[in-house]
């Protein structure tokens, strides 16, 4: 299944045009994303924007916290954890990508490479994804907007995260970062995009089920007792 848990939400009409190009194209679900702010707004129009697309493909929400305080960070993912499907926090500075990715309960590091020359991890970083289960995601959209040298980084700093990513298993998510229709391509683009950048078939198909994982574990987050045992209830 095509997942993308990173597309950008805006206004409702927006919403439903992105939705239904996306359905098109072959994405069978996604996410839109927003910010600490304007999170709780989008919440509010659930119920509207779920009879505008008339169940054409399914959709749920991202909390996208941008922000360099490690604190406001921290009080944001407690404050919508329980109604976020998956909380992401914008990477680049290296205070940020090692508080996220030591922090339970935050789902998603994206573009820790985001403004800088480095690829923004470590063998050190990637170890604490894989230990506190917390993916790395890569944005379509940084490579479809930058041209000649600056595209040639971002698929240098993709593909040093790509050795990483093989010789750690960390959880890694592929996400389009889409404004506006034209962003949004095929899902046979978007595959064939990712490939052309390193990696393999196999890994992109991954990178969808760790999405579909990440939505299903946040379904159960609440019963959680500590990783790996989940609270169930006795009918006997």
Known sequence: MFFDLNIKGSSLENNIK???????????H????????????????????????????????TLEIKSTNINEIRKAANK????????????????????????VKIDVLSRPYLKRY?????????????????AVELCFNDILRSYLAPRAKIISNFRDIFTLYRKFDFPLILSSCSESIFDIKTTQDFV????????????????FITS???L???????????????????EA
């Open 118 to 134: 480095d690829a923004g991890l470590n063998h050190i970083l990637a170890k604490e994804s894989l230990r506190n289960n917390v």
């Open 30 to 61: 996604i996410n839109f994303s927003y910010n600490q702010k304007d999170f709780q707004n989008a919440l509010n129009l659930r119920e509207e924007l779920d009879d505008g697309l008339e169940s054409i493909i399914s959709f749920d929400y």
């Open 212 to 214: 579909q994982n990440i």
């Open 80 to 103: 919508f954890r329980d109604r976020a499907s998956c909380i992401s926090v914008i990477g680049g500075d290296l205070k940020v990508n090692r508080a996220v990715l030591e922090n």
């Open 192 to 207: 064939s995009v990712f490939k052309q950048t390193g990696l393999n078939d196999d890994e992109i198909n991954k990178s």
């Open 18 to 28: 992105l939705a239904k190009q996306a359905s098109e194209y072959g994405w069978e």
């Open 216 to 234: 299903e574990f946040n379904k159960n987050r609440k019963d959680l007792i500590f990783k790996g045992v989940r609270r169930v209830n006795d």
